[in-house]
Structure formats: C-alpha cells, structure tokens
C-alpha cells in the first residue's frame, strides 16, 4: 500500500469552528489531491497540488483552503467549518511519469467529519 | 454537465454471472483512464487501467473507446467478494487532474 496518512481519522466539530486535517505521504509524489465524499456525489475534487506551495482550487473549493510547504504534507483548512461541509474527506496522491502517461492515483483511508 | 457519468445501480446480479457496467466522459483530451473498486466505508483502489487496445485482467475485462467517449468494465463469474462500488475515473493531462464517476454498486448475491 502507498505510504499516505491521513489525520484525524475522525473528528466532530461545531459549526463556526476552524478545522485543519492533514495528509502526509512518503513516497515523494510531486502530486497531491482533497477530495470530499458524499452520498449521490461521489468523489469531488476540492484542491490540488502540483508541488510544493503550487496548488490551485477544484470543482468545490469554497469555503476550504490548503497550503503545502513541503512535499510531504498538504493541509485542507475548513475556516468556519458548516454543516454542509460534513464529509468524508479523502487525500490522493500521484506521479505524472512524462507528458501525456498518467499514472494511477492513491489514496489515503479518509476522514469522516462532522458539523454540528 | 459532469465530467465522468456512470449508471448508479444497483446492480444485483447472482454468483457466476457476468455483468458489465459502463461509462462515459465528456472531455476529449482525457488521457488517462482507469477503474475503481470501493468497498463500504473505505477508500478507492485502483482496480485497472484501461488502455486503448483494451486488456484483461483476469475475470477482468476493461474497454475504451475514445471515438465514443465510453468506457466498459466487464466482470465474469462475479464472486460474493465482487460486491462493491465501482468508479469509473479518467485523467486529464497537463495537470493531472482525476475526474471520477459517482460509482456503481455491485451486489453479488449466492
């Protein structure tokens, strides 16, 4: 299994309150991915990374923020966490090998979040 | 309009049988295309990739056609450790950025 953890597991929190998980990998992997989890969804992505302090928004990025010093983690910041940012929350990984070869993303085991 | 679009299912099939589950994708420059188990509560694992010529991996069957912008998964002589969701995924390159499909369940029943 790819070397990825993420942190907290599981985590309840009150709406209004700032919340931070994190992901650290150790496979050296130039990319790294937040996506969230949600029932009639599926995976959507929230931002990326493609190195250290590059990273740029998803297709829901509002209300989360992220930053990356240094390649092996990449923090999702909730400012003010609300109820509708209850989730599961994945972190991805991945290598581009070349130009146009892809190779697969990884992913950590998720953290469950809930606003209250 | 979504990027990835897969039939949810459920799809409830018996031991044995073989199902076939589809998908399409909306961007023609995708690049990279790959399939996704998820069981319950746990993360996404890469199941396969799906290459242009098509491949096989086991009772695995994986196929793209990119005229058509579909990809199909086909599993043979489904095992009750089949059931899952599986998600369909594609890459666009550049910036390697992977879309994914809502998934579709897999029930295998005895």
């Known amino acids: 299994d790819a070397g990825i953890t993420q942190s907290p597991r599981h985590k309840v929190t009150e709406t209004g309150t700032p919340v931070t998980l994190r992901c650290h990998q150790t496979e050296n992997h130039r990319y790294m991915y937040w996506y969230r989890q949600d029932p009639g969804h599926g995976l959507r992505l929230i931002h990326y990374?493609?190195?250290?302090?590059?990273?740029d928004k998803g297709e829901v990025s509002d209300g989360y923020s992220v930053s990356r010093s240094k390649t092996e983690d990449f923090l999702l910041t909730l400012e003010s966490a609300t109820s509708s940012q209850t989730s599961v929350y994945f972190c991805?990984?991945?290598?581009?090998?070349?130009?146009?070869?892809?190779?697969?993303?990884?992913f950590g085991q998720g953290t469950r979040l809930t606003v209250v | 309009r979504k990027e990835v679009e897969q039939d949810p299912g459920p799809f409830n099939v018996p031991e044995g049988a073989t199902v076939a589950f589809n998908c399409t994708y909306s961007n023609s420059a995708s690049q990279s295309f790959f399939w996704y188990r998820q069981d319950c509560r746990k993360e996404p694992k890469l199941l396969m990739s799906v290459y242009s010529s098509g491949n096989e991996d086991g009772r695995f069957t994986a196929q793209l056609n990119r005229a058509s912008q579909y990809i199909s998964l086909l599993i043979r002589d489904s095992k009750l450790s089949d059931s899952a969701t599986y998600l369909c995924v594609v890459n666009e390159s550049g910036f390697n950025k992977f879309y994914f499909g809502s998934g579709t369940k897999l029930n295998v029943k005895p």
């Open positions: 990374s493609y190195g250290v302090k590059d990273t």
């Open positions: 991805a990984i991945s290598e581009a090998r070349g130009q146009k070869v892809n190779t697969e993303a990884f």
